[in-house]
């Protein structure tokens, strides 16, 4: 007996972010882009995207099309425009961000906000922009010396464990 293989009827969500990032040349930041460049092995589980836009209010409102798009008989997804408590606005804290959110789970699916003003944000892999290494470190750094985001202590510590472990291998081999 021969079995068929399968297409696919919809394109998985994270397929339909990534073309859009990479049509309109935004920036992927956060856990998303601390596992493009981390090996495997070090990634660190995330669902959701975070991303800079130049035009954030124009680009959330496309981005929630290309992803209604992908069952047009349903409204899934839903935009919210929230800030993310704390004072470093540089960082993105302090910030009004819009969010997709899964009607059905409540889940932020992404986040849009602007980018700060850093020539060297970002490096492109496989044709799409994310946050460099030194940059996700400073910012990392930035946000455990600030006692008002003692909210996110933890979670930053382990990610900036993560990137120097990282870097030590890297140096330990050459």
């Not at 003692?150 to 081999?173: G, P, S």
């Amino acid at each position: 007996m021969r079995i068929k293989k399968m297409k696919l009827l919809y394109t998985p969500v994270s397929a339909d972010i990534e073309s859009y990032v990479k049509k309109k040349r935004n920036i992927i930041y956060g856990a998303k882009a601390m596992n493009a460049n981390l090996p495997g092995y070090m990634a660190r589980y995330t669902t959701d995207y975070d991303i800079w836009s130049r035009k954030p209010t124009r680009d959330v409102v496309g981005m929630e099309r290309t992803l209604e798009r992908r069952r047009p008989t349903t409204d899934d997804y839903y935009i919210r425009r929230t800030a993310i408590p704390g004072k470093d606005d540089y960082y993105g804290y302090g910030k009004k961000v819009y969010r997709i959110v899964d009607k059905e789970t409540e889940e932020v699916v992404v986040d849009y906000s602007n980018p700060p003003d850093d020539p060297n944000l970002s490096h492109t892999v496989r044709g799409i922009q994310y946050q460099t290494l030194a940059h996700q470190k400073m910012r990392l750094q930035v946000i455990l010396a600030d006692p008002a985001m003692k909210f996110r202590h933890e979670k930053a510590q382990r990610d900036l464990n993560r990137i120097n472990n990282y870097l030590r291998q890297k140096r330990n081999q050459w």
